[in-house]
């Protein structure tokens, strides 16, 4: 057997390990463009989601503290990083122990075809990609190491490569698996499908449109816009790959503890009347000051008239909503049926679903963190109890039911340093289905200064403000704290996301420059 370097044995891991990747992505590739399969056949993208699904609360929020809405690429990256590493420790290992490492490969594969396998939507022929890419990669290792593990011939045997080949033969292999990975991703087509969908959907109009009254905008620059552009709108989910919904395939079912069952499709869902919400989302994993906030008009039928049709059985009080992926939260029927403008969104800002935010059909309810209300790519509705089941987040240690706690951010002043003078302290605060009825700003440790509000269209979306402010040289503390409609004053009391959303006021120091 040759005995190869560290170096070349490493090299020769990474090209086993790329040419599993790549052929399994080529092939599922080719499954979803001839086949359609509903699961997810690449085992890197099954195996990430495996990860995803089993992510602990404390390690999602360190996740989206770290990263905010990168955490998905950073988990991408993490992820090739990881398997990078594993197959170049596959490579070290083969040089004394081949048919150790080719367990160690075989094991490896046993456990993607796991994840691929309980994917929701799996069948059977799902497992073809991880079965061939990793009998690929076998036969590199086997090539790559050629002979019995206990021969120590310091020259290349005469059936295998040599060891000034091994480098040029794995750094080619693991470059065209590398391709593989690639071409399977263009070759499944994701997504094309949808995007044809999506630029030929007509968002319905509505009797009665959302106005919003010019004074909303308080215009202070660093303040955000009242309504946020879809492209700024923050996205955090569990779904690494943004499922393709197809809207002539879709459909939603209303089930469980009702008195009838409800199918629906997308002509039935717009060919009825529909209404527009203006609603700001917040993610329970925003920090004290956090940006994981965004308000929008969103377009969609009352979910109340769905639930009023297959009428909820005495008992219920939650309805467990269902994503394309698999994913599920758990909203309290009240708020579902309360006559807040809760709605099965079809459009955002007047424009279809972005795909990352939920199209054809998503959950928007006001008042509640997105984990429990804003299911994407929404194809289920059950409705039960608490006590009978248990969603997502729920079974990792967030809280069943998640309302919205009152908050308040500044935005402006940015920077630590700013000239001495007049200045203006501006920012947002919210409470959904509560409004906000004042906002006060303290400077150091003085009295609270009442801010100047900016017009409240709907007590479901966030509030702009602004404080007048005289800049004394040296370095002040600048905190935030607001009321909500009910006169209840938000908590100076800290807390972290966990397990119910994040809590505090929000405090920046700038220095003052004489």
Same mark, same amino acid.
């Given at each position: 057997?040759?005995?190869?370097?560290?170096?070349?044995?490493?090299?020769?891991?990474?090209?086993?390990?790329?040419?599993?990747?790549?052929?399994?992505?080529?092939?599922?590739?080719?499954?979803?463009?001839?086949?359609?399969?509903?699961?997810?056949?690449?085992?890197?993208?099954?195996?990430?989601?495996?990860? *995803?699904?089993?992510?602990?609360?404390?390690? +999602?929020?360190?996740?989206?503290?770290?990263?905010?809405?990168?955490? +998905?690429?950073?988990?991408?990256?993490?992820?090739?990083?990881?398997?990078?590493?594993?197959?170049?420790?596959?490579?070290?290992?083969?040089?004394?122990?081949?048919?150790?490492?080719?367990?160690?490969?075989?094991? =490896?594969?046993?456990?993607?075809?796991?994840?691929?396998?309980?994917?929701?939507?799996?069948? %059977?022929?799902?497992?073809?990609?991880?079965?061939?890419?990793?009998?690929?990669?076998?036969?590199?290792?086997?090539?790559?190491?050629?002979?019995?593990?206990?021969?120590?011939?310091?020259?290349?045997?005469?059936?295998?490569?040599?060891?000034?080949?091994?480098?040029?033969?794995?750094?080619?292999?693991?470059?065209?698996?590398?391709?593989?990975?690639?071409?399977?991703?263009?070759?499944?087509?994701?997504?094309?499908?949808?995007?044809?969908?999506?630029?030929?959907?007509?968002?319905?109009?509505?009797?009665?449109?959302?106005?919003?009254?010019?004074?909303?905008?308080?215009?202070?620059?660093?303040?955000?816009?009242?309504?946020?552009?879809?492209?700024?709108?923050?996205?955090?989910? /569990?779904?690494?790959?943004?499922?393709?919904?197809?809207?002539?395939?879709?459909?939603?079912?209303?089930?469980?503890?009702?008195?009838?069952?409800?199918?629906? @499709?997308?002509? @039935?869902?717009?060919?009825?009347?529909?209404?527009?919400?203006?609603?700001?989302?917040?993610?329970?994993?925003?920090?004290?000051?956090?940006?994981?906030?965004?308000?929008?008009?969103?377009?969609?039928?009352?979910?109340?008239? =769905? =639930?009023?049709?297959?009428?909820?059985?005495?008992?219920?009080?939650?309805?467990?909503?269902?994503?394309?992926?698999?994913?599920?939260?758990?909203?309290?029927?009240?708020?579902?049926?309360?006559?807040?403008?809760?709605?099965?969104?079809?459009?955002?800002?007047g424009e279809p679903l972005p795909p990352?935010?939920?199209?054809?059909?998503? =959950?928007? *309810? %006001?008042?509640?963190?997105?984990?429990?209300?804003?299911?994407?790519?929404?194809?289920?509705?059950?409705?039960?109890?608490?006590?009978?089941?248990?969603?997502?987040?729920?079974?990792?240690? &967030?809280?069943?039911?998640?309302?919205? +706690?009152?908050?308040?951010?500044?935005?402006?002043?940015?920077?630590?340093?700013?000239?001495?003078?007049?200045?203006? *302290?501006?920012?947002?605060? &919210?409470?959904?289905?509560?409004?906000?009825?004042?906002?006060?700003?303290?400077?150091?440790?003085?009295? &609270?200064?009442?801010? @100047?509000?900016?017009?409240?269209?709907?007590?479901?979306?966030?509030?702009?403000?602004?404080?007048? &402010?005289?800049?004394?040289?040296?370095?002040?503390?600048?905190?935030?704290?607001?009321?909500?409609? /009910?006169? +209840?004053?938000?908590?100076?009391?800290?807390?972290?996301?966990? %397990?119910?959303?994040a809590s505090g006021w929000h405090s920046?120091?700038?220095?003052?420059?004489?």
């Amino acid at each position: 057997m040759v005995r190869h370097s560290p170096v070349e044995a490493a090299a020769a891991g990474l090209a086993s390990g790329a040419v599993t990747l790549g052929v399994a992505e080529v092939v599922a590739g080719l499954l979803v463009r001839v086949v359609g399969t509903d699961g997810t056949p690449s085992p890197l993208l099954a195996v990430a989601d495996s990860f *995803v699904d089993r992510t602990p609360a404390w390690l +999602k929020d360190a996740a989206i503290a770290a990263f905010g809405t990168g955490d +998905k690429a950073a988990l991408i990256v993490g992820t090739g990083v990881v398997l990078a590493a594993l197959s170049a420790g596959l490579g070290l290992l083969a040089r004394r122990r081949r048919g150790l490492a080719l367990a160690g490969l075989t094991l =490896l594969c046993v456990v993607a075809l796991a994840a691929v396998l309980t994917r929701p939507g799996a069948a %059977p022929a799902d497992a073809a990609p991880t079965v061939l890419g990793g009998g690929a990669g076998l036969l590199v290792l086997v090539a790559l190491f050629p002979g019995s593990s206990a021969a120590r011939a310091p020259t290349p045997a005469p059936d295998g490569p040599g060891r000034r080949s091994v480098l040029v033969l794995g750094g080619s292999l693991a470059v065209l698996g590398v391709l593989g990975i690639v071409a399977g991703r263009v070759l499944s087509g994701a997504g094309e499908v949808v995007r044809a969908a999506r630029r030929a959907f007509v968002v319905p109009s509505v009797a009665v449109p959302v106005a919003v009254d010019p004074a909303a905008e308080q215009g202070v620059r660093g303040q955000p816009p009242f309504r946020t552009p879809n492209a700024e709108f923050y996205r955090i989910d /569990t779904a690494l790959a943004v499922p393709q919904v197809d809207p002539a395939a879709w459909r939603l079912r209303v089930h469980g503890m009702v008195r009838r069952e409800v199918e629906i @499709d997308m002509a @039935d869902l717009l060919s009825r009347p529909m209404v527009e919400a203006l609603v700001t989302l917040t993610c329970v994993s925003n920090q004290v000051g956090g940006d994981l906030a965004g308000t929008a008009v969103w377009t969609g039928l009352p979910v109340s008239e =769905l =639930l009023a049709e297959a009428g909820p059985l005495p008992g219920a009080d939650m309805v467990l909503s269902t994503s394309a992926d698999g994913w599920t939260a758990s909203t309290p029927l009240e708020v579902l049926t309360d006559g807040r403008d809760a709605v099965l969104a079809v459009g955002m800002n007047g424009e279809p679903l972005p795909p990352e935010h939920g199209f054809p059909a998503r =959950l928007v *309810v %006001p008042g509640l963190y997105g984990y429990v209300s804003a299911t994407k790519w929404v194809v289920d509705l059950e409705v039960t109890r608490f006590a009978d089941a248990a969603a997502y987040w729920t079974t990792r240690g &967030w809280a069943e039911r998640g309302p919205v +706690k009152t908050a308040s951010r500044i935005d402006v002043p940015r920077g630590r340093s700013l000239p001495a003078g007049p200045t203006t *302290v501006a920012g947002v605060a &919210w409470a959904q289905h509560r409004g906000i009825s004042r906002v006060e700003v303290r400077v150091d440790d003085g009295e &609270w200064l009442p801010a @100047d509000l900016a017009a409240e269209p709907t007590v479901d979306a966030w509030r702009q403000w602004r404080l007048a &402010w005289e800049a004394t040289p040296g370095r002040h503390t600048l905190t935030v704290r607001a009321t909500d409609g /009910t006169g +209840k004053t938000q908590t100076s009391a800290e807390a972290p996301p966990v %397990p119910d959303g994040a809590s505090g006021w929000h405090s920046v120091v700038v220095d003052v420059e004489g």
